[in-house]
């Protein structure tokens, strides 16, 4: 059993930055592999970004790659998601999401464990 808690997320305007972060509770971060998940409203949840327990292997939607870059620290437990060049169709409640597998995780129904979620809103 994993929890997870977001922070970061906030009120930005278009063309700013946010950097998400994601700390987890126990001892075993370094074999989950942990990612990214957002939700606006009205529609499904879709996947933004994932990693390995490895910090190298990664996989991006098409919509974050080149702006959004996810990294973890395993010695803090935490994941970290930094959005560059926000636009207001990024917004939307972030939710960081655990793999026990330790898997690259594009689809957001295979991941077991998730936080509760941070609101970023981009305005134009």
């Known amino acids: 059993q994993v929890q997870l808690v977001e922070s970061g997320g906030g009120l930005v305007q278009a063309g700013g930055s946010l950097r998400l972060s994601c700390v987890a509770s126990g001892r075993t971060f370094s074999g989950y592999g942990m990612g990214w998940v957002r939700q606006a409203p009205g529609k499904e949840r879709e996947f933004v970004a994932a990693?390995?327990?490895?910090?190298?292997?990664?996989n991006y939607a098409d919509s974050a790659k080149g702006r959004f870059t996810i990294s973890r620290d395993n010695a803090k437990n935490t994941v970290y998601l930094q959005m560059n060049s926000l636009k207001p169709e990024d917004t939307a409640v972030y939710y960081c999401?655990?793999?026990?597998?330790?898997?690259?995780?594009?689809?957001?129904?295979?991941?077991?464990?998730w936080g509760q979620g941070t609101q970023v809103t981009v305005s134009s």
């Open positions: 999401a655990a793999d026990p597998f330790n898997t690259v995780v594009t689809a957001p129904r295979g991941y077991k464990y």
């Open positions: 990693i390995r327990g490895n910090r190298v292997s990664t």
